[in-house]
Each structure stands twice: as C-alpha cells, then as structure tokens.
C-alpha cells in the first residue's frame, strides 16, 4: 500500500481541533481542568492551533495512579489539552491504520468491539501483560514511517510518544 502524505493541514484545522476537544471531553465534562479549557475553547483552541503550526507543541506530564479493579495496574492520563491533540491526530490517522486492520479484529475498532465478534463460533480474547510497557518507541517510530510520509505528522506522534511517562519495568 501507498504511504499517506499531506495529513499536516488535516490535523492543524480548526474543525479537526474542535471536533477533538469534544470527543476527548466526552463524559468528563465535570472535571474542572476540562470544563474550565471548554469555558476557553476558541483561545485555548487558536493557542494549541498556534503552536502546532510552529512546531512549539510539547506535551506536558502525565498523572499517573495505580487502580484495582478488575485487577491492579498503573494507568497514565495526559493533561486533557495532550488529550485533545491526541484526538486531532487520531481523528486523521484512524481512517489510514484502519484500512490495513484483518478485518477479523474486532477491539477497540469503531463500530466493533468484542461484543460484535461474538457473531463468530470461536473467539479468542486476551490481555497481554504490560503491552503498553513493552512497546520499543524506536520500532513504533518505524512502523508509522511506513504508513505515513508527512513529515510535520509524524513529528507530532513522535512527539506524542517521547513525551509519555516512563512504564513499570517489563520482565519478559
């Protein structure tokens, strides 16, 4: 398959971004760092806008806290501002990844998910172990250079990558 380009103007536009801060907003309207960014959403918007277009975006620190239930693992949230980014950028390169996806996937795809696998007679669904943790940046930055060739867009999911917190350590 051919690399996707020219993705830059996509990501930085304003309905891109719009769109991005209310899906990443969508129920936690009630937190005070969301609702107080969305009572600022145009000149929080045009400030993020400003900065992605120059290249001076940096993501900020992730909070990181430890839940129980179902089972005990660490979660990391981004500042809900990285989350709108995040949206922007997923908002474009969703529709590229999802087309290369074996259609018999089923989690965490839109209009899917696990319960729609279920039209299937055998199924198998897992949860590997500290994946997230796992995960080699480098091998990850390759693997998107592959699939898309603009280059103001992959600095920005570098970008996004570099910044997260550091994981617990993985013991293959």
């Given at each position: 398959?051919?690399?996707?380009?020219?993705?830059?103007?996509?990501?930085?536009?304003?309905?891109?971004?719009?769109?991005?801060?209310?899906?990443?907003?969508?129920?936690?309207?009630?937190?005070?760092?969301?609702?107080?960014?969305l009572?600022?959403?145009?000149?929080?918007?045009?400030?993020?806008?400003?900065?992605?277009?120059?290249?001076i975006?940096?993501?900020?620190?992730?909070?990181?806290?430890?839940?129980?239930?179902?089972?005990?693992?660490?979660?990391?949230?981004?500042?809900?501002?990285?989350?709108?980014?995040?949206?922007?950028?997923?908002?474009?390169?969703?529709?590229?990844?999802?087309?290369?996806?074996?259609?018999?996937?089923y989690?965490?795809?839109?209009?899917?998910?696990?319960?729609?696998?279920?039209?299937?007679?055998?199924?198998?669904?897992?949860?590997?172990?500290?994946?997230?943790?796992?995960?080699?940046?480098?091998?990850?930055?390759?693997?998107?250079?592959r699939?898309?060739?603009?280059?103001?867009?992959?600095a920005?999911?570098?970008?996004?990558?570099?910044?997260?917190?550091?994981?617990?350590?993985?013991d293959?």
């Amino acid at each position: 398959m051919r690399r996707s380009g020219n993705l830059w103007e996509t990501v930085v536009s304003w309905p891109n971004l719009e769109e991005a801060a209310h899906r990443a907003a969508l129920g936690k309207r009630s937190r005070p760092d969301v609702a107080a960014f969305l009572l600022e959403l145009e000149p929080r918007l045009a400030a993020l806008r400003r900065e992605l277009r120059e290249g001076i975006y940096s993501t900020s620190g992730y909070r990181t806290f430890v839940i129980r239930e179902p089972k005990q693992r660490q979660i990391s949230a981004a500042p809900f501002r990285d989350r709108v980014v995040h949206h922007a950028l997923t908002q474009v390169l969703e529709p590229i990844f999802e087309r290369r996806f074996v259609e018999t996937s089923y989690a965490c795809r839109p209009g899917r998910g696990t319960s729609a696998a279920g039209r299937h007679p055998y199924v198998l669904k897992c949860d590997i172990r500290k994946y997230f943790a796992s995960i080699d940046h480098q091998i990850l930055g390759e693997e998107l250079e592959r699939v898309i060739r603009c280059q103001p867009t992959l600095a920005l999911a570098n970008t996004i990558i570099a910044g997260s917190n550091a994981q617990e350590c993985v013991d293959w």
